[in-house]
């Protein structure tokens, strides 16, 4: 028996289910507090989500059903009140709203309805892909498409948003639960193959959505893999499907990173223009297949590490203020964070030191360093994009 009054946290939506529903959600016996996430198809996305209770339960429960030591949560109709008792103990009850209460903190700052409307396909679920996506989940965005072919290894941890428990998943599995952990009616699809192999008709439909009336716009194809050829075909498909393109990358070691990005609204390079032209601007030979700067020799010659976790978030985080501002260029409530302002090929600094760089590393001034001067053209037979037809 409990000698304390928990506190029920439960869904606004709660007393819409049907008498006799299993409740489920999380119960923390030591600060007697329960967490109802819905019934078990609303619960189906939650890790470690277990049967906490039943509403309008009939039939008695017998102890095979009774999901803790501590009773049986049992939550009854009052007209249009719920009553919540353990073990016949009645229990405080607070109710959440998803879209109220969960992004509460973003109002004044985010559109709640226009972003979770908003859907972002992920190309590249590793170190920068997974913080993009659950930044962009914190930030209300409500439809994911997660693109990656591999499976989440023990030297990703330090880097990566997913943990021990996830070593030997598939990425876009394990970053698709992470999602529904911040917002469990979030809507995720996941593909795990390289984007190169994706059905374009698979993109098309995310893009359409459940409600084919959306406008395009408010779909965002982000390209966080460590590809050229992998981002050119995001860029592509962006193209051809009209929509905002936005590429974050590292350089080796994370002492630096590149952010580029493009959308239809205006007439602007796409990417494919901008890097055939970008080697003799940075003043270095891109490697067609890497995003870092530097031949497969050189390669070769480099300590090469991908960069500690906290050099990587700087360059991310920069580059999802311009994913949130390209979400909302049509919004004329929205105040732009760098749209704008940064030039459209933006170089991030961590560290000007060439122990960490090399030689690149003395195109900087300073450490921290955004460049804002770098320009980019067009490519020959452009404009218009050669990408669009």
Request: net charge negative.
């Amino acid at each position: 028996m409990v000698d304390t009054t928990f506190t029920v946290i439960y869904p606004n939506e709660l007393a819409q289910l049907p008498d006799g529903s299993a409740l489920y959600g999380y119960r923390h016996a030591d600060t007697q507090s329960i967490v109802i996430v819905g019934d078990e198809q609303q619960s189906r996305h939650q890790p470690r989500v277990a049967l906490v209770g039943w509403l309008e339960r009939s039939k008695p429960i017998d102890a095979q059903e009774c999901p803790s030591s501590d009773g049986v949560l049992l939550v009854q109709r009052d007209g249009d009140q719920l009553i919540f008792e353990l073990n016949g103990t009645r229990c405080q009850g607070i109710p959440y709203s998803l879209e109220q209460d969960l992004f509460s903190r973003n109002t004044g700052l985010l559109e709640t309805t226009r972003m979770r409307q908003a859907g972002v396909i992920i190309c590249g679920c590793g170190s920068v892909g997974s913080l993009a996506a659950l930044e962009l989940a914190r930030s209300g965005v409500g439809r994911f498409l997660l693109i990656d072919p591999e499976l989440l290894a023990i030297e990703n941890l330090c880097r990566h948003q997913c943990g021990l428990a996830d070593v030997g998943r598939r990425k876009v599995e394990a970053v698709a639960e992470r999602i529904h952990q911040i917002n469990p009616r979030a809507e995720v699809e996941v593909q795990s193959m390289r984007i190169e192999r994706l059905d374009p008709a698979r993109i098309a439909a995310f893009v359409e959505g459940a409600n084919p009336q959306q406008q395009k716009g408010d779909t965002l194809m982000l390209a966080c893999a460590d590809s050229r050829r992998a981002d050119r075909q995001a860029a592509r498909l962006a193209a051809l499907l009209q929509l905002p393109f936005l590429s974050i990358g590292l350089w080796e070691r994370a002492f630096a990173g590149e952010i580029f990005y493009s959308h239809p609204g205006e007439p602007m390079p796409c990417y494919g223009c901008a890097f055939e032209g970008v080697a003799q601007t940075i003043g270095t030979q891109p490697e067609p297949k890497r995003r870092f700067y530097t031949t497969e020799a050189e390669l070769e010659k480099l300590d090469f590490q991908p960069g500690i976790g906290i050099d990587i978030a700087f360059v991310t985080q920069i580059g999802l203020k311009l994913a949130i501002d390209l979400l909302n260029r049509d919004n004329p409530q929205h105040v732009r964070r760098l749209l704008g302002k940064l030039s459209q090929f933006t170089l991030v600094c961590n560290s000007n030191d060439p122990r960490l760089g090399g030689e690149r590393a003395e195109i900087f001034s300073h450490p921290l360093q955004v460049t804002s001067s770098i320009q980019v053209g067009y490519g020959q037979d452009c404009p218009p994009c050669r990408w669009t037809s």
